[in-house]
């Protein structure tokens, strides 16, 4: 299924990336929810706190580029960033995964915004398991809130398993603060060590 925009959106103003291009902001992408919430687009209230909590979660996003920058989250919570990547002329997208505990390079910056016009869109953001996680969740036709997401109770990185069992809806800078907590915690640490995680007061 294509793009079907949301009635329910984000209540910032205009957003361009520090990497740009403009080209979804003019388009009126900014704070915009589509599929019931399978991928929405930051805007000026969620983008520049989005941008502190990736860098907080994963730091090695400045050893690719200093100036990459947010564009779009998926249902997972997955944040999307445009970067200048070296060796690759063209702006790349990077995908930001606290489910997985990684950084990735996504696709171009032209392959992302081709992605958007696909039928298939659904395919390209696991659409399939958000439909199964929202009819097991009793909310097959329900749009999840642009504040929150879907995520692995315990990370896949963690010995987590892709399970609907392992799957909770969560506020999503909530999942993005803890999430970083957490990777600080067990970045280089050897497999199988044990944490104790604080959650504070």
Known sequence: MALVVD???????????????????????????FNQGLVR????????????????AFPEVRGIDRKADVLAFDWHGCQYLTAKVK????????KADLGVGAVDVWATGPEFAAVLN??????V??????????????R?????????C????????????????NLQLIDLEVSWTIGAQLRAQTRGLPEGTAIKFDFGE
């Open 7 to 33: 009635p329910a959106q984000g209540h910032g103003g205009r957003w361009v990336p520090r990497r740009g291009p403009s080209t979804l902001a003019d388009a009126g992408y900014c704070g915009q929810s």
């Open 41 to 56: 687009f930051h805007d000026s209230t969620t983008g520049p706190n989005y941008r502190q909590l990736v860098f907080e």
């Open 87 to 94: 060796g690759e002329s063209d702006l790349m997208v990077l």
């Open 118 to 123: 696909l039928d298939e869109v659904g395919e």
């Open 140 to 148: 097959p036709e329900g749009q999840l809130p642009f504040t929150d």
């Open 125 to 138: 953001f696991n659409g399939e398991a958000y439909d199964q996680w929202r009819a097991a969740a009793g």
């Open 150 to 165: 879907v995520e692995f109770t315990m990370p896949l990185y963690l010995g987590g398993e892709e399970t609907l069992e």
